[in-house]
């Protein structure tokens, strides 16, 4: 069912993440682009939420999709199946969240707040305000979003889930 066998279990549970290798010059640049952001070199470039019955919700440049999960059949993934003990409760609103975000874009406005929070540009605040309120979401903000909707923090630093990527994302889960 899953890509790559998860790490602490054999078959994903609705509400879990994953985060994949991609392949190709967007994949180069996501990479380069998340050592820039101080996030590391990560051979992760790309994040979604599993919502069960074979499908997953990930962001797209045309806006987040509903998708089978078979798509990254054959790509390295890392899970987090069993790496966080959420509620029956916590997981039916991690994929109600995913699947309330079908639709909302991404931008180059979200890969902008990135670079100004990381490099502490003053802009920061303005361009974070702008993704907040037009709903803009990276593939790895959305599953972080997510998580925070049905009430689960990932993140002890308190950070804002448009400063995550999915380099952040893998971290977690080979922590």
């Not at 806006?63 to 078979?70: D, F, I, T």
Request: glycine content about 10%.
């Amino acid at each position: 069912m899953s890509a790559t066998p998860p790490r602490s279990s054999s078959v994903p549970l609705p509400g879990d993440f994953a985060v994949v290798r991609m392949d190709g010059r967007v994949s180069r640049l996501i990479r380069i682009g998340q050592w820039l952001n101080a996030s590391g070199f990560a051979d992760y470039e790309h994040a979604f939420v599993f919502v069960g019955d074979g499908q997953l919700v990930e962001a797209q440049p045309g806006g987040a999709e509903l998708r089978p999960l078979s798509v990254y059949d054959g790509r390295p993934a890392l899970w987090s199946t069993g790496r966080y003990a959420l509620t029956d409760g916590q997981r039916a609103a991690v994929v109600a969240a995913a699947r309330g975000y079908i639709g909302v874009p991404y931008s180059a406005a979200d890969y902008f707040a990135l670079g100004a929070h990381r490099l502490r540009l003053p802009v920061g605040p303005l361009i974070k305000g702008y993704v907040a309120s037009s709903r803009h979401m990276i593939c790895s903000q959305l599953v972080d979003q997510c998580y925070l909707d049905a009430g689960v923090h990932l993140f002890s630093d308190g950070r804002w889930p448009g400063y995550v990527t999915p380099a952040d994302l893998a971290k977690l889960l080979l922590a």
